[in-house]
């Protein structure tokens, strides 16, 4: 039984955590490595750009991307926000969407035209302060309603 090896291709690679530039082996799809430089975890999804459509918000300075990647034999959706500058993908051209260590898209590459965007990335809301303080609200109202019941019966 014959083994499918899959062919790599050296890329330099844009690391999502730390910007340097290295040479790496990719295969067409997803592929996990640890950064030259800061060796903290990264992922890479390689592949062609089938499409793409972009609409700018001049008001904001960024641009919303639609693009159609086809990799591993399957097709896929990815949106993601830039600047508001025009990022160029036609169809054909070979990308990089590069993502973190928190697992999130930071950077976009155009291999064709040896090009990348680092993406803006939203950070997750920190609600800690929030139910601190509500909690403290909860606790102060119960307590005054306390004080006040235990003042009118007594």
Known sequence: MAE?????????LVCPNCDSQQIYDLVDGTNDYACKDCNRPARALFGKV??????????????????????????DLFEFSGGY????????????LGYDQRDALCVVQNLTLA????LTVAHRANYRPLIIGLVVLVVAIAIGAAFIAHSIYH
């Open 4 to 12: 499918t090896v899959a062919e790599k291709t050296q890329v330099k």
């Open 115 to 118: 090009r990348f965007e680092r």
């Open 50 to 75: 089938r499409s793409k459509r972009s609409r700018g918000d001049k008001k904001a300075q960024s641009r919303q991307y639609s693009v159609r990647v086809l990799h591993e034999g399957v097709e």
């Open 85 to 96: 500058h025009e990022f160029e993908l036609r169809g054909g051209d070979h990308i990089i």
